[in-house]
């Protein structure tokens, strides 16, 4: 399958909306600031590396009859637990480090018996956006039942993602899990915007001629009914985000020559930037520019992606640095 270009640019968008999540909480902003940034940012951030997974699972196997489903999941295993269980180890090492010498006030490793520290591994304290490789694990998990479906008309796949969407809704399972950054939920979360992203593999041909007209619309409706609505709206107006997201920048990528180098380095950024590039890169901003001011922010975001790629690119230049990464060594 060749690369897509416009899927590079929606994984480029994605980590830098995960790291502007992240940096609010380094900067003090005002409320109105930070529910404006939020909506921008964090509607869309992780969920479109969920719509990405998909789209390209149903670009690759609608088509073909090969599938081995014991391959894939052990690709995905190379792809997302090897990392996870590697920068978790690490970010451990060192929590352990920082709280032995009193730098974080509140312990979660220290004096901690073991399930407590499971605990802690499994809901990604030490690294909040760790959660979403377990999640996405779990996800490519039910490939099996979904790669035999593939085939079945955009209609059908549109029925299947409303169904999904309206379930997720109506039975709320949040309170079935742990509280807290627990996979196995967010795994149930994402999987709604995987199935977007068949869905619109399965549409995109017919949205490509019209992308930038249904792109515009899908934005305009999306911030509008935020703004009108609040978080009344916001599974409808998220979803609607997102098929903005795609649709213009499907018609960017189409009118421009632009590679989105970015989105092929998400990864390492993804493991990377948080907690600690991005507490040095704030450190360092906080010096130069008022804490308080949205601007501030956005050069916290800047810079902490800047610096995280530039370290993902010193990273996979070794072999221990690729499999970090997830990347075949072979």
């Not at 619309?217 to 409808?236: D, K």
């Amino acid at each position: 399958m060749r690369r897509l270009v416009f899927l590079d640019a929606l994984k480029a968008i994605a980590i830098v909306c995960v790291v502007a999540v992240h940096a609010m909480t380094h900067v003090q902003l005002d409320n109105q600031s930070r529910q404006v940034l939020m909506f921008l940012f964090g509607t869309i951030a992780v969920p479109l590396f969920f719509l990405t997974d998909g789209f390209l699972f149903s670009g690759k196997w609608t088509e073909k009859e090969d599938f081995n489903y014991t391959h894939f999941v052990k690709r995905s295993a190379t792809r997302l637990l090897v990392p996870w269980a590697l920068i978790t180890l690490l970010y451990a090492l060192a929590r352990l480090g920082l709280e032995w010498m009193s730098v974080h006030q509140e312990t979660i490793l220290m004096g901690t018996n073991l399930q407590g520290v499971a605990k802690v591994i499994y809901l990604s304290e030490l690294a909040q956006q760790l959660y979403f490789l377990l999640s996405l694990f779990v996800v490519r998990l039910t490939s099996l039942g979904i790669v035999r479906l593939l085939r079945s008309s955009r209609w059908v796949w549109l029925t299947v993602l409303t169904s999904y969407v309206a379930l997720y809704v109506l039975c709320n399972p949040k309170e079935w899990f742990l509280p807290g950054s627990d996979p196995l939920l967010l795994a149930l979360w994402g999987g709604q915007f995987y199935l977007l992203g068949i869905v619109l593999q399965k549409w995109h041909e017919t949205l490509v001629p019209v992308a930038g007209t249904v792109g515009t619309l899908c934005l305009l409706i999306s911030f509008s009914a935020a703004l009108l609505l609040h978080r009344l709206a916001l599974p409808l107006t998220q979803l609607i985000y997102l098929v903005g997201s795609y649709a213009m920048i499907v018609a960017l990528t189409k009118r421009t020559e632009w590679g989105f180098a970015l989105g092929r380095d998400t990864m390492g950024i993804y493991l990377l930037h948080a907690p600690y590039v991005l507490w040095a890169v704030a450190t360092f901003v906080a010096l130069v520019l008022p804490t308080r001011s949205v601007s501030t922010f956005l050069c916290v975001t800047v810079a902490a992606v800047l610096v995280s790629w530039g370290i993902t690119r010193l990273v996979r230049m070794t072999v221990i640095g690729r499999v970090l990464l997830g990347e075949s060594t072979l």
